[in-house]
């Protein structure tokens, strides 16, 4: 996960070690894209939650490293 702050990277790096589970919602436009230089890694397994907006592309490389994905339906359906 990129963050644009150390402390909020240090934040989720913790709060994801202590975690039984980690989801990450994301928008599907900001995947792929790393607009900051700090990065909270994850090591354990996740769930990464976003919306039809995210490529088909970038969802294979999320799912190719182990990543799971749930590609939430429009508003309405």
Same mark, same amino acid.
């Not at 202590?18 to 900001?30: E, I, S």
């Given at each position: 996960?990129?963050?644009?702050?150390?402390?909020?990277?240090?934040?989720?790096?913790?709060?994801?070690?202590r975690?039984?589970?980690?989801?990450?919602?994301?928008?599907?436009?900001? &995947?792929?894209?790393?607009?900051?230089?700090?990065?909270?890694?994850?090591?354990?397994?996740?769930? &990464?939650?976003?919306?039809?907006?995210?490529?088909d592309?970038?969802?294979?490389?999320?799912?190719?490293s182990?990543?799971?994905?749930e590609?939430?339906?429009?508003?309405?359906?």
């Amino acid at each position: 996960m990129c963050e644009a702050v150390l402390r909020q990277t240090r934040l989720k790096n913790l709060m994801a070690r202590r975690a039984d589970r980690v989801y990450v919602l994301a928008h599907g436009v900001k &995947l792929g894209r790393a607009p900051f230089h700090v990065w909270a890694k994850l090591r354990q397994q996740w769930t &990464l939650v976003t919306d039809a907006s995210a490529h088909d592309a970038q969802i294979r490389v999320f799912e190719a490293s182990g990543v799971r994905v749930e590609v939430a339906p429009p508003a309405g359906e």
